[in-house]
């Protein structure tokens, strides 16, 4: 009887296997909605150019070496196809923004990065660190703006593949200066021109030193440049773990809590913030390079997916919008 | 009488020594015979990947007397538990003792070369991956190893070099794969497809047919998408996944008509797809019919199985509304 009973249970069972067999077929072959969606509206990003789709603009903040990280975090960005519309910089963001901006590749910048020395950007040497601060002489800049007019090719900001701009302090007049037209590299060395230890660049009949004073992160600019998402990369220094004890600490620390407050206020305009952990690193300190750019691909990696989501919401509501606001217009004809 | 207790007493001696040599003799062979048996022991619970015992196994053989050569083949052996049980630190100190035993051995090298690389210690990782290369010129591992770590770095034409090499040693479809990955990259689109078709053209599988239709529509050939979809559907007649990457790239190409009729076979053999309702429903808007859009995009709400499609379809409903 027992046995029996077994069977008849055993048969039922697979009975209901075979009578469900075929609609558990059907769930395996269910597609991934999100999955779906988002490769169509991923390529509607990269294959339609604006205003077909938001302008995007990557805002690269100021902070010396820490600033290679921008290197890595466009290796990231060129990597997922992601395009970039617009790029605006301050300091070091504008030196890493301009030379990418004229088209120079991913590669070759991260191989300059390699050979490149403040030697190479300023006129510092044993000597002039000396009278730098026996006779208050300070250092000039005089070899970035050549250096980068050699690599860019003396190019004026409308000649820029991508739209650029960067920022500046008027030294005389505490005014933010935005440039984003004429000569590239003046207004690039103006941007970097760290105040205290370089020469203020005349320009115009401006005083210019390093925008990062008055704006480190100029999200403003990108907006000003219409772009519609913005797209942060911070590389503020954790300050409050620096001990300043010479006047070159000392300035550079205060530069940095500076940094720090107007950076909080232009973050709050980004749609994405990248944060590469380089916080440790000293403006200083070029020799670090290859860590910076792994700390900028780390950073990119890390956040790619949610980026990406931004970018395809963002585009989906710009169709949309565009289509139903095109449609109503020829409803009202 | 003397004479015979020093008879007595020699073949005593004799007989102890005899014991001594047969009892050592049996000692060693003991010996020998028992870390044989561990060594199998420990090879066996490798095998069948318990790894913690064979450790423990490895650990004890170390004790035992062996050829450089075996110790080499223990301290591999206890290297690759302790990787498998993420000990990296300890599973570098494994290679290396193997290393040092057997310096000319690539697959020490090797050994080490991948635990730098699961630690991220980059450098290391190529300069032994490099090493294999010395000594072995055509290591298949290494070569891939290294385009990997390029490939990470983002240094895609270094990548796609080693990945190349790999191809002359033995090419296979997911090499050809990873490459179109890398001009991918690269924005190299008409490279990325002609690895892919590579990968096609030895292991065809559906996924690859829709990643390359949307490779060539990328560049804006929506024909040849279509061309290549509709290969994958002949392929695979009931995948709605292909059906509805046709439906789309007919859709960008301005073929409506199409993509209603492929979406409407989507939902004859599934009423309740909800992408298939979303995607009719912008059909019939871009073709101006609101009201059969506005109906579609409702559905596609109700049925959405993910956030982002129920997101959609109400942002797409509050512009038509």
Not at chain 1, 60 to 83: K, Q
Not at chain 1, 108 to 122: A, K, N, P, V
Request: charged fraction near 25%; include cysteine.
């Amino acid at each position: 009887m027992n046995f029996r009973k077994t069977k008849l249970l055993r048969l039922t069972i697979l009975v209901i296997l075979f009578l469900i067999s075929p609609n558990l077929s059907a769930l395996s072959k269910e597609i991934d909605e999100e999955n779906f969606l988002t490769q169509y509206f991923w390529r509607e990003v990269i294959t339609l150019k604006p205003p077909e789709r938001p302008r995007i603009g990557l805002v690269l903040g100021g902070g010396g070496a820490r600033g290679l990280a921008h290197i890595g975090v466009f290796r990231v960005l060129e990597e997922a196809g992601l395009p970039v519309d617009i790029v605006t910089g301050t300091s070091v963001g504008a030196l890493v923004g301009a030379l990418y901006s004229s088209g120079i590749s991913i590669d070759r910048i991260e191989s300059m990065t390699e050979e490149i020395g403040w030697s190479d950007l300023t006129n510092i040497s044993a000597p002039s660190v000396v009278t730098l601060f026996l006779s208050e002489k300070l250092l000039s800049t005089e070899k970035m703006e050549k250096y980068i007019a050699d690599k860019i090719g003396n190019k004026r900001f409308d000649e820029l593949k991508i739209p650029f701009g960067c920022v500046a302090t008027d030294l005389r007049t505490g005014e933010k200066i935005i440039f984003y037209e004429g000569d590239v590299a003046p207004a690039v060395r103006a941007s970097a021109t760290i105040p205290g230890v370089f020469t203020p660049v005349e320009y115009r009949h401006r005083l210019l030193v390093d925008g990062g004073l008055v704006d480190n992160i100029p999200t403003d600019v990108a907006r000003m440049l219409k772009a519609d998402i913005i797209i942060a990369v911070n590389i503020s220094a954790d300050f409050t773990k620096n001990t300043p004890s010479n006047i070159m600490s000392v300035l550079s620390q205060s530069i940095s809590i500076q940094g720090e407050f107007l950076s909080g206020e232009q973050l709050k305009l980004t749609d994405l913030v990248i944060n590469p952990e380089v916080s440790d690193v000293g403006i200083h300190e070029l020799w670090r390079s290859r860590e910076c750019i792994d700390a900028g691909i780390v950073a990119t990696r890390k956040i790619m997916p949610k980026l990406k989501r931004l970018i395809i919401d963002r585009t989906y509501q710009w169709t949309i919008d565009q289509k139903v606001t095109a449609g109503s217009r020829t409803i009202e004809k | 009488m003397i004479k015979n207790k020093l008879i007595l007493s020699g073949l005593l001696m004799v007989v102890i020594h005899l014991l001594l040599v047969i009892f050592s003799s049996f000692y060693v062979y003991c010996a020998e015979r028992d870390k044989k048996v561990h060594l199998d022991i420990a090879n066996m619970y490798f095998s069948s990947g318990d790894y913690v015992s064979a450790l423990k196994e490895y650990t004890l053989l170390l004790d035992y007397q062996w050829s450089k050569e075996e110790f080499a083949g223990i301290f591999r052996n206890k290297g690759a538990c302790h990787e498998n049980i993420k000990q990296y630190d300890y599973a570098l100190d494994a290679f290396h003792q193997a290393v040092s035993l057997e310096p000319r051995n690539w697959i020490n090298q090797l050994n080490l070369a991948s635990v730098f690389e699961k630690t991220g210690l980059t450098e290391k990782a190529i300069e032994k991956y490099e090493e294999v290369l010395r000594l072995n010129k055509e290591n298949f591992e290494a070569r891939y190893g290294l385009g990997r770590i390029y490939q990470k770095l983002g240094l895609n034409s270094r990548a796609i070099e080693n990945y190349r090499q790999t191809l002359i040693i033995k090419p296979n479809a997911e090499i050809y794969r990873v490459i179109s990955k890398c001009y991918e990259s690269t924005r190299d689109w008409q490279m990325a497809c002609a690895m892919l078709k590579q990968a096609i053209s030895l292991a065809p599988n559906p996924e690859d047919y829709v990643h390359l239709s949307f490779l060539y529509s990328i560049q804006n050939q929506y024909d040849t998408a279509i061309q290549y979809l509709s290969t994958a559907l002949s392929n695979e007649p009931k995948s709605i996944d292909v059906m509805l990457h046709l439906a789309a790239a007919n859709f960008k190409k301005g073929n409506y008509e199409t993509t209603k009729n492929l979406l409407n076979v989507i939902l004859d053999m599934d009423s309740k797809n909800a992408v298939a309702h979303f995607f009719l429903g912008l059909v019939l808007y871009f073709e101006d019919n609101v009201s059969g859009s506005r109906i579609e995009i409702e559905k596609a709400r109700s049925l959405a199985k993910s956030e982002m499609l129920k997101e959609y379809s109400e942002y797409f409903i509050k512009k038509l509304n």
